[in-house]
């Protein structure tokens, strides 16, 4: 349900919906704030650690509003779910394929390969984002069916801050406006991530999100 962080900023879900008990599974599958946050809050530095340092976002401190997004590029976020859909393996994500010298092949290092997480942690990663592409997941129409038991998914929305919010609310209506949207995906060949937005407004473009009523509806 809306919560506060520890500050007392206020954090609520999307369409502002208080859900009671619910699974982890649920709260992914229909990204839930504060189940996110409930979660982070359970676990110490060296436990986020533990999965995030083999993937490569690995940090000293963590701030209680990175439970809900964490600043990454999607070449950082395709890397890491490749290692979800790799049976927790990570392999160490480069730009280059090859490169040529005076006419001649480079040689280039061998990729680092290191396991970020156990078969079972993997495989029960993809079990609850698979829900986010079935007809009641936050993202239905992302189906891929042709990648059975192996196709997961998960996207987000970032909100502007309020002076904005406001700004767009009030020529727009209840359109819950939106800066960023990203998603990412993994199968067991290919993993992938996108992002898209306007973080500073600039020509007046945003993304449009559901009203709070068609968001509790």
């Known amino acids: 349900n809306t919560t506060t962080y520890s500050d007392g900023v206020p954090l609520a879900n999307y369409g502002l919906y208080n859900y009671g008990p619910i699974t982890a599974k649920f709260g992914v599958n229909l990204s839930i704030n504060t189940a996110a946050y409930q979660a982070f809050m359970m676990t110490t530095t060296a436990q986020k ?14 701030t209680e509003s990175e439970s809900i997004g964490l600043n990454m590029s999607t070449l950082q976020q395709a890397s890491a779910y490749q290692a979800i859909g790799n049976d927790g393996v990570h392999i160490e994500a480069t730009t280059l394929d090859t490169i040529t010298v005076d006419g001649k092949p480079w040689v280039l290092p061998a990729q680092i390969k290191e396991r970020a997480m156990s078969s079972r942690t993997s495989a029960e990663i993809i079990n609850m984002m698979q829900g986010v592409t079935a007809a009641n997941g936050s993202e239905p129409f992302a189906a891929q069916p042709q990648w059975p038991n192996a196709f997961a998914a998960k996207s987000g929305l970032v909100g502007f801050d309020s002076t904005k919010t406001s700004e767009i609310t009030a020529a727009h209506g209840d359109i819950m406006p939106a800066s960023d949207a990203w998603m990412a995906a993994t199968s067991t060949g290919v993993s992938v991530a996108t992002w898209l937005g306007t973080p500073d407004l600039s020509g007046k473009t945003f993304i449009a999100g559901g009203g709070a009523q068609e968001a509790n509806n």
């Open 49 to 62: 650690n533990a999965i995030m340092r083999p993937l490569g976002l690995a940090k000293d401190t963590y």
